[in-house]
């Protein structure tokens, strides 16, 4: 089927249709799980995020100083993607198609389309948590991905919205990470030898 959407990619065009007609074959419990999953997965990987700064306060300075950078990271990722949403303006699918039924409610108006913000904080949480963890190596993108297709999967995000954001969101938290060298908070639980709370 043709694509008559500007700005969309024919090939995103049709794997959304295709993605979001296998959605509405899958058993109900799937789609719920999905509508469910969809915002739940960012809640976990901040939650992976807090346990990763609890771990690190047993830890080295470097690494305590990376665990308070890892939040900043994801933060910042997520603002620069709405901030890149604002400027650009793109409609979302369920606005446009139709004919297309989607597992969850279309987000309003004004709410729009690239890149994934949800898409763009898993993979910044992903990319934190990696460097932060090396046993969340596998598991936080993983949680990304699946967080990335699940935009799809319930009709709210073309293809190429999640994946933009994917890159988006890999880009930009290395990048926030690479100051972890930078001198430590007066404020933080560590300080070089220096007790716990005092300034250094």
């Known amino acids: 089927m043709g694509n008559e959407i500007e700005d969309v990619p024919d090939i995103s065009a049709e794997w959304y249709r295709e993605v979001t007609a296998f959605a509405l074959h899958t058993p109900a419990w799937v789609r719920d799980a999905a509508g469910i999953a969809t915002d739940a997965v960012p809640a976990i990987l901040f939650a992976f995020l807090v346990l990763g700064w609890w771990r690190a306060r047993r830890e080295d ?5 990376l665990a308070l950078l890892a939040p900043v990271a994801v933060v910042t990722a997520y603002l620069a993607s709405e901030g890149v949403k604002s400027v650009l303006r793109l409609r979302r699918p ?7 039924v989607t597992v969850t409610h279309c987000p309003p108006y004004g709410d729009w389309s690239l890149p994934s913000n949800h898409a763009t904080f898993a993979a910044a949480a992903a990319v934190a948590l990696a460097v932060l963890w090396r046993g969340m190596a596998v598991v936080a993108p ?3 991905l699946l967080e990335a297709f699940s935009r799809v999967f319930v009709g709210v995000h073309y293809p190429h919205d999640v994946a933009a954001g994917l890159l988006f969101g890999a880009l930009i938290a290395p990048l926030v990470l690479l100051a972890r060298g930078a001198p430590r908070p007066p404020w933080s639980p ?11």
Do not use: F, I, K
């Not at 300075?61 to 100083?65: E, G, I, P, V």
């Not at 369920?94 to 297309?100: E, F, G, I, M, R």
């Not at 560590?190 to 250094?200: I, S």
């Open 61 to 65: 300075d470097r690494r305590m100083a």
């Open 142 to 144: 993983v949680l990304a």
């Open 94 to 100: 369920c606005w446009d198609l139709a004919d297309v």
């Open 190 to 200: 560590r300080c070089g030898g220096a007790p716990r709370w005092r300034r250094c």
